[in-house]
């Protein structure tokens, strides 16, 4: 069992910048990869970036890259995602998930999600 809870989300104009954090529990926590991924009203859920259980492969989808780094803490049981220049397309509920195997970007393949945060930029 994992439970996730993001925070970090917020309020910011276009070209600002957020990171939001996932903090972890009730498991060894570098044993999973991690995901992002994220929902805007009326569409369905996203695909962000993914991290393997102690870093070293990474994936985004291809309108984040260069702007988004998805990174982590083992010793803090935490993974991270900083947003830069951010867009009003980027606007979503934010989520962080966690599966017991390698790197996908397939929702699916998710063993556990957290509660999401709202991101919201504004032009």
């Known amino acids: 069992q994992v439970q996730l809870v993001e925070s970090g989300g917020g309020l910011v104009q276009a070209g600002g910048s957020l990171r939001l954090s996932c903090a972890a529990s009730?498991?060894?926590?570098?044993?999973?990869?991690m995901g992002w991924f994220r929902q805007a009203p009326g569409k369905e859920r996203e695909f962000v970036a993914t991290?393997?259980?102690?870093?070293?492969?990474?994936d985004y989808v291809g309108s984040v890259k260069g702007r988004f780094t998805i990174s982590r803490d083992n010793a803090k049981n935490t993974v991270y995602l900083q947003m830069n220049s951010l867009k009003p397309e980027d606007t979503a509920v934010y989520y962080c998930?966690?599966?017991?195997?390698?790197?996908?970007?397939?929702?699916?393949?998710?063993?556990?999600w957290g509660q999401g945060t709202q991101v919201t930029v504004s032009s």
């Open positions: 009730g498991d060894t926590f570098s044993r999973y990869a």
């Open positions: 998930a966690s599966r017991s195997r390698g790197t996908s970007s397939l929702s699916r393949m998710y063993d556990y």
């Open positions: 991290i393997s259980s102690y870093g070293s492969n990474t």
